[in-house]
């Protein structure tokens, strides 16, 4: 079982850059394709975007041109830069495995809390 680790998030005012970090645990992470997730209060928990372990990256519609996902295997570590935040990307930010019909591999992490103030 991976463990998950999420951090790098903040208070940050409309338009600027936030860059998160997703560590995992154990040998397993830099061979699975890995996506960030975001949960808004009373929401459902949403993919916003995935990197494969060969570093092919797909964005949801929300987030497409401003976040960019990357990996470095070698610190089986993830990455999530979020550029020209919107209060609407306001929620909690996870990061997991994802598998079909939404599941995902893993026990999900506790998440890093981003704020955008307009």
């Known amino acids: 079982q991976v463990q998950l680790v999420e951090s790098g998030g903040g208070l940050v005012q409309a338009g600027g850059s936030l860059r998160l970090s997703c560590v995992g645990s154990?040998?397993?992470?830099?061979?699975?394709?890995i996506g960030w997730y975001r949960q808004a209060p009373e929401k459902q928990r949403d993919l916003v975007a995935t990197i494969n372990s060969d570093g092919r990256a797909n964005y949801g519609d929300s987030v497409k041109g401003r976040f960019t996902i990357s990996r470095d295997n070698a610190k089986n570590t993830v990455y999530l830069l979020m550029n020209s935040l919107k209060p609407q990307d306001t929620a909690v930010y996870y990061c997991?495995?994802?598998?079909?019909?939404?599941?995902?591999?893993?026990?999900w992490g506790q998440g890093t809390q981003v704020t955008v103030s307009s």
């Open positions: 154990g040998s397993t992470f830099s061979s699975k394709a």
């Open positions: 997991n495995a994802p598998l079909q019909d939404n599941l995902v591999l893993w026990s």
